[in-house]
């Protein structure tokens, strides 16, 4: 499996441990990365006239020379450009010594329309924003439009959090080694790399197995083998049970929505949970999903009891007040009934449920970290991310993966933070980023619809982190295949075509 994501630091022991078992060593590492760089340019630019490499003083730079001098060797005119001589016996210095052209200094750096710059500054060990000669060197090439290709990261952007320190070169294309960096799928760094190659370079799976990497690019190889297909002997309720709970009699629709996708999902059974004025409104619209007078707690209690759901959706077009908080914590109270076929595997909270805990959010982490309180999933998107956690939210120097995670720790929930890059986070420090979305999912209702999936998932007993990462690569691939002109209510029936594929997938992948 080739998904992990490394940090900088993980990165750097991958490198040390590839190193210690040898036989490759640090100059050969540097030698195969310049080597899948200057193929990647070449293979891109086959007829370039000529390529400016921007070496920086560190093992990035390193690399930049093993780069000029491949380039050169096959006859491309190569100017080199540093800004400043690798440190003394590093092997940056040796790939230096090994590379036929002198270099010039950055701080003169030019480029001439037509022709393309490989990015050699800095990579993993970007430690401060860029500034003087690198600043202007970002300026030269974009006002040229000149082709970039970057080596590891485009320069400027952070590997762990995918922020742009400064200024950053805008790639056509970013050559990676061994494993992607977080700050490769994260905005805007995801923005700033272009193409992203992913190049072998000697550093074993075994040796990223030794790291234990905790966080993943989201694919269906992490979660296919929980995905649910139903038994030969499935009756709807073995296939579990989703209660959605609808908003009054003018916001009934988010409601639906996500009874649908809950629906398409698998849940063999749906009930709408409607107060009892928007009764009428609901059942004008439904068909197969159920309908359920649901004014106050006992009428959940009594719908727990007698009809054994076993996930919930509470939030859609809900509303904002004491019912939302008063019904959150008696979903959360479900595990905690005598009856223990009562109990409720999995919540999904969103939108107005997140919401309405803002002033009070540790009444909210406490009831979800009691025993036998049902698995929660909170997908807030960016606002209502910082409403639940607003000092996480503030704080200027953890990425968007580090917020989610320690949101999840701190909630005992898992946390799917959405937005373009959605980041998925378990309690336990698993995480995951998104990366197969498209813009055409920014629409009213589609995150009702992905609140649906995640519930109809959770029924079916996916495990919860599964779930959730599970029902954002659907979401996202229903709303890419359609494309231009997506409304919500097109999604739940988007989903059949990528939930076949997943269940044709599905007995491929080995179990155990
Ligand atoms: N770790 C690995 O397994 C491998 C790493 N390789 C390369 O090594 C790179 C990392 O090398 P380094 O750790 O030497 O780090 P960099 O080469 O990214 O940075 C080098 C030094 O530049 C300075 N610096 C950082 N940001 C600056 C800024 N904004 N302005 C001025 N100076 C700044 C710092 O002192 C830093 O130590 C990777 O990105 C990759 O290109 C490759 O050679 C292949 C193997
Ligand atoms: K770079």
Redesign the pocket.
Known sequence: MSDELLTSAE??E??RLTIAAGPIDGIG??RR?GEAVAGEVLRRYPSAMHVHVLC????????GYVVARILAGSGVATTIWASGAPRPQSDAALAAAECPIASRPLSVFEAEPGSIVVDAL??????????GD?ARAVGVATALHLPVVA???PSGVSGDSGRV?GVAFAAAATVT??RKKPGHLLLPGRERCGDIVLAD?G?GDDIIARLQPRAVDNRPAHWLRDFPVPAVDAHKYKRGHVGVFSGGPSATGAARLSALAAARSGAGAVTVLSPGNAMTVNAGHLTSIMLSKTDDVADIREFVGERRPSAFVLGPGFGVGDKTRTFGLALLACGQAQDAAAQVDGLVFDADAITAFREAPEILFEAARRPNAPALVMTPHEGEFSRLFPDIADDNVSSKLDKARAAAARANAVIVYKGADTVIAAPDGRAAINSNGAAWLATAGSGDVLSGITAGLLAQAMPPFEAACAAVWIHADAGSRFGPGLIAEDLPLALVPVLRELVEARPKVPVG
């Open positions: 990165m750097g991958a490198d590492l540097m990365a920086g003083p560190g093992n990035n730079g390193g690399d800095y990579g993993a060990g970007l430690s401060k924003p860029l500034s690198a080596v590891d990261l320190l080694f061994a370079i550093i």
